[in-house]
């Protein structure tokens, strides 16, 4: 629904302006909301010269609670005696922690941690930043499954610094987890290295190889742990 504003240039002049709509979330919490703005409604030229407001409002939740911004921007030309304005993002936008099963976050808080933080670098379109990210997390899962497999500290400690790429290809039996970690390592070292190889992948496809290669380690870990603490009577 439209609403009708007097938006408070930084000369402190005011002017009236339609804007379409309030967020209908919070980008903090993530929860559809019904907010109401709290009366600082900003208005700048954008690079263009065009009309641009930022307006403050509050996530009405209680265990939220944070203030955020929405910013509007022209979408008639200049010199409108009303201008209107869309809303076009709302900020700041927190990414939510990417959820792993319980098997995961026991065998690997470097992983899960590693993890997400690219996926916060990717929500903040640092994709350069985050395909790294990801190739570090990547690593740590594939080792730590390794290590988690043997008692032997010796052969933990030769796991630690073999090349991922060989711990895959000498270590790791599961052919469903060495299948996707084969793949996700072709793709995080592309993510690292000056030239690409494989240009139809991106950084959407190595995530599902990582998620992909959790669930399979996830699979395997609990089916071992219920094989042992269940054994035939
Ligand atoms: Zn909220």
């Not at 240009?199 to 071992?224: G, P």
Request: glycine fraction near 4%; charged fraction near 30%; charge should be negative.
């Amino acid at each position: 629904m439209p609403h009708n504003i007097q938006a408070i240039s930084t000369d402190h002049s005011g002017l009236a302006c339609v804007i379409d709509k309030y967020p209908d979330f919070c980008p903090v919490c993530h929860t559809a909301v019904e907010v109401k703005p709290l009366g600082t409604m900003i208005l700048r030229k954008d690079a263009d010269e065009h009309d641009y407001v930022e307006m403050v409002f509050r996530c009405p939740r209680q265990d939220c609670d944070h203030f955020f911004i929405a910013r509007y921007k022209s979408i008639g030309g200049t010199g409108a005696p009303r201008p209107e304005l869309a809303l076009c993002d709302v900020v700041p936008r927190t990414p939510l922690d990417p959820q792993f099963p319980d098997t995961i976050e026991k065998m690997s808080p470097r992983f899960v941690r590693i993890y997400t933080q690219a996926s916060e670098a990717a929500s903040r379109q640092l994709d350069e930043i985050a395909g790294v990210g990801y190739r570090k997390a990547l690593e740590f899962l594939i080792k730590d499954y390794l290590i988690h497999s043997t008692d032997d500290e010796e052969q933990q400690d030769k796991y630690k610094q073999t090349a991922l790429a060989n711990c895959i290809k000498d270590h790791v039996s599961d052919p469903k987890v060495k299948l996707c970690a084969s793949r996700a390592v072709w793709l995080g070292n592309d993510e690292t290295h000056y030239e690409r190889k494989w240009n139809d992948q991106d950084l959407r496809d190595l995530k599902i190889l990582l998620q992909l290669a959790t669930n399979w380690i996830d699979s395997e870990l609990l089916t071992q742990h219920y094989g042992e603490t269940m054994p035939p009577k």
